[in-house]
């Protein structure tokens, strides 16, 4: 009896435990532990915890940390957790063993990995198995198999069966797939009334935009008996992204049917169903021709869309340089009455050297400064940025501070009216950050340039977050967030981050230290650099990987290499391949150091000095040259300046400025 009641209590404890654990919405110290300990539940938990964006959860969104807790559950049998990893790309195994254990969502999924595979027998039985019990889209799968014939003969009526329940749990797709099977009579009796509703639910119950473009032609054009309604088929012309609506709705637009006139959203919409109505392009090209300013912008805009499909429509001569041509006196004559697109699109051509015109930061300076005038804060962020990176553009630097000041205040009251100010994107915070950051402008203020950097979203933000958390600079040290914000900013799609982070992992300073990974990474960049011809642009990953050669450091050790890669940046002066190839010379370590070498490593270190942004440590050997006679003579004097020199280099600042002008106090 005692041995009974032993196992009951055991029992209870463990099912109470189990509870505990399913019933664990948010992070804690408990669900961890018990994650780590080996709780398949808690490991599931965790993953769900670390994979929620929204904050609520009681930790950040960790897409590495959800993935190592999802695959550490799957392993120990949880098939939720099997379901979860298997979406990830190279883990769709994980799908098919979820599949087989009998979850169901994973059992249409894994159909669906079949069916893009073409092999629609299995899939169909796997559609089978989810449906049976109940799945939207299990259901809604099965009736397509039916409608297209694959993996079962064809047969419209029992396509209708599954399509309806599907429909009827809402399932948006199956909604507009029934309203098409009862607008066409295919297994069921035509009835226009009720496909009408059908796709009306669906266009309401999620973006499908066949559904919303079928919506608003009933309401156009009466079809099937619906009386007309252009108020309702103007919304939902507006929802359906179909380019034949959008022709419609830029009529609608312009003829004050079922709208206010309004001649710019005619234009645009124009723009947008150019390419699938003629009528819409011939509308647009007359408005232009009689001088109104946003057709012109939008004719120019189709145009410069052409250009990056050409050959495509059989006209003569259609290259990309024959619609730049067609493009260019539009934007032209559009900015000139004003258009603030077009003056915009303008300074962005001379800006980056695009569309067939040749880079002139003067015309961009131009253009750009009439946006300004209009007080439009795209203007204001544009010109700031070619204050800040063009060495060739004069610059006032309080100007350029009130020009982000002006520019984030628009941008924040834009965003705040339009509702979206969670997400704010303008590189004027990056630039006024750095402002306060060197003191430059206005006075310096690190907690200020930190607050600025959290605000921008872009990965410029994100990684001088990192940096400041690195390195305490406005905001406490803070190594995990510091990693966490280099890992996000590297793999949010900027090469100069993965550069950073790739600095990190051979420092080891953030995150265990791995060599292999960083020279992965240097050699990634490197090659990109080289075979794209923009060594002039960016070498310093070059450089780093040269270092790696010449080091051995994760790589076999290659010490020419090394020397021929330096060599390569040293011909677009690098200031940092001019001091290793120096410091390689001088320590004798790797080359034999001779006499030739020896008047070569004070050249190259001569050549470094007199860069605006030259490294302390070529300063420091530089002295040392002075001070033991290593290819000039002895000279204490010269040894000491270079000292002096080196000590008012603030480095700090220099770091986070790298990829600007901007001179450091």
Request: glycine content about 8%; proline content about 1%; some cysteine.
């Amino acid at each position: 009896m005692k041995t009974m009641y032993r196992i009951l209590t055991i029992t209870c404890i463990l099912l109470l435990s189990i509870c505990e654990v399913m019933n664990a919405q948010t992070f804690s110290q408990t669900l961890l532990n018990k994650a780590k300990a080996g709780n398949a539940v808690a490991q599931y938990q965790l993953a769900e915890c670390y994979n929620d964006y929204s904050g609520s959860k009681g930790v950040e969104h960790d897409s590495d940390k959800a993935f190592y807790w999802y695959e550490k559950a799957a392993q120990k049998g949880n098939v939720d957790a099997m379901y979860k990893i298997g979406s990830w790309k190279g883990y769709e195994k994980w799908m098919k063993t979820a599949a087989e254990k009998g979850h169901t969502q994973a059992q249409t999924k894994y159909g669906l990995q079949l069916k893009k595979e073409k092999k629609y027998e299995e899939a169909f039985r796997w559609f089978k198995k989810a449906a049976d019990k109940g799945d939207a889209e299990g259901l809604s799968e099965l009736g397509l198999c039916y409608c297209n014939g694959q993996g079962v003969a064809r047969d419209y009526e029992k396509s209708i069966v599954y399509t309806k329940l599907a429909a009827e749990k809402n399932k948006t797709f199956a909604q507009y797939h029934l309203a098409t099977h009862l607008e066409d009579g295919k297994g069921i009796a035509k009835d226009s009334m009720q496909a009408y509703e059908w796709y009306k639910k669906a266009a309401d119950n999620g973006h499908n935009d066949e559904a919303e473009y079928k919506v608003a032609a009933y309401n156009f054009w009466g079809l099937g008996g619906h009386a007309k309604d252009y108020s309702l088929a103007a919304k939902y012309f507006e929802k359906s992204r179909t380019e034949y609506g959008k022709y419609i709705l830029g009529w609608m637009y312009e003829k004050g049917k079922g709208v206010e006139v309004d001649l710019p959203k005619a234009f645009e919409n124009y723009y947008k169903g150019a390419s699938a109505s003629k009528v819409a392009l011939t509308g647009l090209t007359n408005w232009a021709n009689q001088g109104n300013a946003d057709a012109q912008y939008w004719l120019a805009k189709y145009y410069t869309q052409k250009a990056y499909k050409p050959n495509t429509i059989g006209i003569e001569n259609d290259s990309a340089d024959f619609w730049y041509k067609q493009a260019f006196p539009l934007y032209e004559k559009a900015a000139k009455q004003g258009q603030i697109d077009a003056i915009n699109h303008l300074g962005y051509m001379y800006d980056n050297g695009l569309e067939g015109v040749e880079e002139n930061n003067e015309r961009a300076v131009e253009w750009y400064k009439k946006g300004v005038e209009k007080g439009n804060s795209d203007s204001m962020e544009r010109l700031a940025n070619i204050y800040y990176y063009e060495d060739d553009v004069e610059c006032d630097y309080k100007e350029l501070v009130q020009l982000c000041e002006k520019s984030i205040a628009i941008t924040e009251k834009e965003s705040k009216d339009k509702g979206y100010d969670y997400f704010i994107s303008n590189d004027c915070y990056t630039i006024l950050g750095d402002c306060y950051i060197s003191g430059t402008g206005v006075q310096k203020n690190e907690q200020k340039a930190f607050e600025l950097y959290s605000k921008d979203n872009s990965m410029t933000g994100l990684s001088r977050q990192g940096y400041c958390y690195r390195f305490g600079i406005g905001v406490l040290k803070d190594k995990e967030k510091a990693f966490k914000c280099y890992y996000d900013a590297a793999y949010g799609g900027s090469w100069y981050n993965r550069y950073d982070l790739a600095i990190i992992y051979e420092e080891g300073e953030l995150v265990k230290k791995d060599v292999k990974q960083a020279f992965e990474i240097y050699k990634d960049i490197a090659d990109m650099v080289l075979e794209t011809n923009t060594l002039s642009d960016w070498s310093d990953p070059v450089v780093s990987l040269a270092r790696c050669y010449v080091e051995g450091i994760g790589t076999q050790q290659n010490v020419q290499e090394g020397i021929n890669l330096y060599k390569k940046c040293i011909e677009v002066d690098n200031e940092w391949a001019e001091y290793y190839l120096a410091r390689l010379y001088y320590d004798g370590k790797h080359v034999v150091r001779t006499k030739e070498r020896e008047k070569e490593l004070f050249g190259l270190l001569k050549k470094c000095e007199a860069h605006k942004e030259i490294p302390v440590v070529a300063l420091k050997l530089l002295s040392a040259c002075y001070r033991y006679g290593i290819g000039t003579p002895v000279d204490a004097k010269k040894e000491q300046e270079a000292l002096e020199r080196a000590a008012t280099v603030d480095e700090g600042a220099r770091s986070i400025l790298k990829h600007s002008r901007m001179p450091l106090h």
